[in-house]
């Protein structure tokens, strides 16, 4: 489907195109927050082979928020792509650049909240 959609919509247009993939059972169980495999799409193992590109989600939170992590360059290093933490805007369903949150222990958690516990994990005093 992907390598369809290239040749018959992107290459004869000449445009990009976007495709999103459903992530398995496993993948979906995993709580709001949480940065999940995009290689465990479902019922579909090769969808990676014909992007150009793939970036992976988590649920959104409370606040619309979710992280996209790079799954597959095909001309570069994913690593030297960061995780962008983004919030769905209700208005406009754009995402927009959240820094409220970070990355703490593959989760998304509040600033505050992290800069608050002590070494060990405890809220400070």
């Given at each position: 489907?992907?390598?369809?959609?290239?040749?018959?919509?992107?290459?004869?247009?000449?445009?990009?195109?976007?495709?999103?993939?459903?992530?398995?059972?496993?993948?979906?169980?995993?709580?709001?927050?949480?940065?999940?495999?995009?290689?465990?799409?479902?019922?579909?193992?090769?969808?990676?082979?014909?992007?150009?590109?793939?970036?992976?989600?988590?649920?959104?939170?409370?606040?619309?928020?979710?992280?996209?992590?790079?799954?597959?360059?095909?001309?570069?290093?994913?690593?030297?792509?960061?995780?962008?933490?983004?919030?769905?805007?209700?208005?406009?369903?754009?995402?927009?650049?959240?820094?409220?949150?970070?990355?703490s222990n593959g989760r998304l958690e509040l600033k505050e909240d992290i800069y608050?516990?002590?070494?060990?994990?405890?809220?400070?005093?």
């Amino acid at each position: 489907f992907p390598q369809e959609l290239q040749n018959k919509v992107a290459k004869s247009l000449q445009v990009p195109v976007w495709l999103c993939h459903q992530l398995s059972n496993k993948e979906n169980t995993k709580a709001a927050g949480k940065i999940q495999s995009g290689m465990s799409a479902e019922g579909g193992a090769g969808f990676w082979t014909y992007v150009a590109s793939g970036f992976s989600s988590g649920l959104l939170n409370k606040d619309n928020v979710t992280a996209f992590r790079c799954e597959k360059v095909r001309r570069g290093n994913k690593n030297d792509i960061p995780v962008e933490i983004c919030k769905l805007d209700d208005h406009l369903a754009q995402w927009l650049p959240d820094d409220r949150y970070a990355l703490s222990n593959g989760r998304l958690e509040l600033k505050e909240d992290i800069y608050n516990r002590d070494n060990r994990g405890r809220a400070r005093r």
